[in-house]
Structure formats: C-alpha cells, structure tokens
C-alpha cells in the first residue's frame, strides 16, 4: 500500500518567512512524529500526535514551531519567522499501536527546507 | 537523560568481510533498541528491534545490559549493505518517539 508521503520535497524560503509542511500518513495509523534532521546528525524528535492530539510536545524547539492534526490523519507542521538555523530535512513517521510486529513508525521520505 | 552515541561516523569494509557498527546508550528504565537504515535516495526505514530477536538481511544486534550497548553485526558484508545506519531507542509503553544516534555510514568496498 502507499507509505507516508511529504509535500513539498523541497522547500526554499527566506528567512523570516512562514512555512508550512505537511504529511500524510499511512491510513489507519493513529499515531504520528515530526522529526528534524540537520545535515551530519540523526534525526530528531519533534512532536509525537495520537489522533487528533498533541500527546508530546517537548521536542519542539521554540513557539515558532508548532503543528495540527485537526482529524487525525493529515498534519502540518508550521514555522513562524523562519530562521537560517531551521534549514533542515523535515521527518514524518506514522505508526498503528498494538500491530506486533507491524507496531513500527514508518518514514516519509522528508521535506528539505533551506532558509535563505 | 536519554543518549544514544555511535562512535563511527565512517566504517569501510570490504565485500565478504565482518562489520560491525557500535552503538552504546544511556537510559533510565527499560528502553527498546532499534536499528534503522537508510540506503542511498530512500526513506529511513527499520532494519531491526531487539525485542524480536530477528536476523534480518544477515545482520543481528545483542543488547547488552550491563555494556549498555546494541552493536549491529553482519559476518560477511555485502555491497548493497552500503548506507547510513542509526541506531534508536525508546521508552516502552509510551508515546515511544525514537532518540537517535548520529548515524554511521557503511560503505563495503568490492
């Protein structure tokens, strides 16, 4: 079946912009994480969402970060202002709980945002 | 706090070679280990997870409690083993979001 998918693959903006990235996960999984993966690291957890809510926030760096879920499939992730520092590849994984061996997250394949 | 350290950023082996990609983490509690593997132009994807105690593609992974490591081992390396592996952990039970490590990237010369 498809995977989770990322809009856009590439995003360039200026610095001080608004941005928002948006994934779609697989069907029927509840559960969903924003990662962020700077160049030369692992990447790095963001926000965790199970359905519609933010279950675990504490991985977003700043208020100018935040993202929706508003029917608990499809996501956003927002950028306010965006900062030189925020260019980075963008990671959403979905996962359906309770699945044995299938209870994984998988991987889009991410939104590369550079900041100009 | 929860760390997990990949003291190689570079392994290169060649083909039919053992490998072995270390990875040592600092948890309190009960954590699940995880390999994840991304292969050129391709999604990060799951390679292996100790709780199933599975070879997969020739590879397996040992958590050791007491070392506090998950090192990834494969005995004859092959040239589609080539790629960026990270290693992750998680709290059982809960939201289960993933620390990584900073990756090592395999390259398995012919």
């Known amino acids: 079946g498809a995977g989770v998918s990322q809009t856009p693959s590439n995003k360039v903006t200026e610095k001080g912009k608004y941005v928002e990235l948006r994934c779609d996960p697989i069907?029927?999984?509840?559960?969903l994480y924003w990662y962020r993966q700077s160049l030369g690291q692992g990447p790095e957890f963001l926000i965790y969402f199970q359905g519609t809510g933010a279950a675990d926030d504490s991985g977003l760096p700043n208020d100018r970060f935040f993202a929706v879920r508003p029917e608990g499939s499809v996501s956003t992730l927002k950028i306010q202002r965006t900062e030189r520092g925020d260019s980075a590849v963008y990671l959403c994984?979905?996962?359906?709980?309770?699945?044995?061996?299938?209870?994984?997250?998988?991987f889009g394949p991410g939104t590369r945002l550079t900041v100009l | 706090a929860q760390r997990v350290t990949q003291p190689e950023k570079l392994l290169s082996v060649f083909k039919g070679a053992p490998v072995e990609l270390k990875c040592n983490y600092s948890?309190?509690?009960?954590?699940?280990l995880f390999w994840y593997v991304q292969y050129s132009r391709q999604r990060l994807q799951l390679l292996l997870r100790?709780?199933s105690r599975e070879s997969i593609k020739g590879f397996t992974a040992d958590l050791n409690k007491g070392e506090t490591s998950f090192h990834l081992k494969k005995p004859f390396a092959q040239e589609e083993d080539s790629a960026m592996y990270y290693c992750?952990?998680?709290?059982?039970?809960?939201?289960?979001?993933?620390?990584f490590g900073k990756g090592t990237k395999l390259t398995v010369n012919p």
């Open positions: 100790h709780i």
């Open positions: 948890y309190s509690g009960s954590p699940e």
């Open positions: 992750a952990l998680s709290r059982r039970g809960g939201s289960e979001k993933l620390v």
């Open positions: 994984a979905s996962r359906r709980p309770g699945q044995g061996s299938q209870d994984t997250q998988y």
């Open positions: 069907s029927g999984h509840t559960a």
